[in-house]
């Protein structure tokens, strides 16, 4: 969420700021307003109380010294109902300011690239050149069928649309990536492995920013204990971890590796990325999350990065980090790189990772803070997250580019201990 000062000091220049991610977000100029008249209300209300305060003092007075204290008991007799319908007023007030506050995405890092959409995005470095074929590369999805590590079929009957069933060595193949990212994580990068809950409450949702811009694309869980969410991603839960608390500063950076199902509706993706396991309604996702000082949060972002390229360079897969521009941002985010793997059967390299640093914005809304040394105020910390990776998309990518002539899939060295094959046949 955004400062509110930041909209009381400028809000033309936080609307531009904002409209270089191709909305409208001219209804600032209201909120503005409202909280200009919100404010108006405070001191009017604090003026009545004074007032009433103040004659009830008189009244106690005139009481003691047995005088009448009729015309002033008729001069108060008024405030009570006057505070309270101005109270009213705003709390009113405040709950619409808050949401319009909660729909308002982040303000982009001054230093990202002002553009429209990801035609604008800058590729920064690439890893390997495309791999290439003596034979007509297949896509994933024949690959895995035929092989017998696929069923898409038995997973629609079971379930539905976007839904796969893992068998045999596919099964194996995705476990061996999980495993192998969270010990690369956990081991050689200092992340500590967490498996959160797959169930978040509304208050997650709300910190993280999911709620309530993209409501329609959560899983509502049905319960009567509970409003509670199927996750969407490890970032809303372990962010979450610390909602409401003020953390040691002496502790950050605090690095976690997040294993976790996560579940989108994928609402407004019909017909997008239909065939194969590209885009999920459940999928696996290895997710690195850290909790930085503001002024150390952009060195962390570089760490992260390279914590991500990592996995893909240890498979020894093609790919290429880009860094997004204005029109590509997520809602939540400041600054955001995207890995892109190649993938043969599409003659392009595909999103299989996003870092970001969402600066404060999360932790305002989440209320996490701390104390950069034990005797100073609180601060908001800076909360960053990324995919470590997503496990679904490289197993595409393991299996495209690892294919063989035979339609076999050769293992990567580094996951040959992880799944004690070398081939998948």
């Avoid at 106690?60 to 009213?88: F, P, W």
């Avoid at 995207?338 to 392009?348: F, G, K, Y």
Wanted: glycine letters at 6%; a negative charge.
């Amino acid at each position: 969420m955004l400062d509110i000062k930041l909209i009381r000091e400028d809000v033309e220049e936080v609307i531009r700021r904002l409209n270089t991610r191709g909305g409208d977000f001219s209804y600032l100029r209201d909120v503005q307003a409202m909280d200009i008249k919100r404010r108006e209300l405070l001191t009017t209300v604090e003026a009545l109380k004074n007032e009433r305060n103040q004659k009830s003092k008189q009244i106690g007075e005139l009481k003691r010294n047995k005088q009448d204290a009729t015309e002033v008991l008729q001069s108060v007799a008024h405030l009570g109902d006057e505070i309270k319908a101005i109270e009213a007023e705003v709390t009113e007030l405040e709950e619409k300011i808050r949401y319009n506050m909660l729909i308002t995405p982040n303000l982009v890092n001054l230093n990202v690239k002002v553009g429209k959409d990801e035609t604008e995005n800058r590729v920064m470095k690439t890893f390997m050149e495309p791999t290439k074929f003596d034979f007509e590369p297949k896509d994933h999805a024949e690959l895995g069928e035929k092989l017998g590590i696929f069923d898409f079929g038995r997973a629609a009957k079971v379930t539905g649309s976007r839904f796969v069933i893992y068998k045999g060595l596919g099964a194996r193949l995705e476990r061996a990536l999980i495993s192998f990212m969270m010990d690369l994580h956990s081991k050689k990068h200092g992340y500590t492995e967490v498996i959160p809950p797959y169930i978040v409450n509304r208050a997650s949702m709300i910190g993280t920013g999911q709620f309530p811009k993209f409501e329609e694309d959560a899983y509502h869980v049905v319960s009567d204990e509970e409003d509670w969410y199927l996750n969407p991603t490890a970032e809303v839960p372990t962010i979450n971890m610390y909602r409401d608390e003020i953390i040691d500063g002496d502790l950050l950076p605090i690095k976690y590796a997040s294993y976790t199902t996560a579940f989108r509706a994928e609402a407004g993706s019909a017909g997008r990325d239909t065939k194969g396991i590209l885009r999920q309604h459940q999928f696996n996702k290895v997710e690195l999350i850290k909790f930085a000082r503001p002024e150390e949060s952009y060195k962390e972002l570089d760490e992260m990065v390279l914590n991500s390229e990592a996995v893909l360079k240890e498979l020894k897969i093609p790919y290429r980090v880009v860094e997004l521009c204005t029109g590509d941002m997520g809602f939540g985010m400041a600054t955001t790189y995207d890995i892109e793997v190649w993938l043969p059967s599409q003659n392009t390299y595909r999103e299989i990772a996003s870092i970001s640093n969402a600066e404060d914005y999360q932790a305002r809304r989440a209320n996490i803070r701390f104390r950069p040394t034990k005797d100073a105020k609180t601060e908001y910390v800076h909360t960053l997250n990324g995919s470590g990776l997503a496990v679904g998309r490289c197993v595409i990518a393991v299996i495209e580019n690892y294919q063989q002539a035979d339609g076999t899939i050769k293992v990567p060295e580094v996951l040959i201990p992880y799944m004690g094959v070398t081939e998948i046949k």
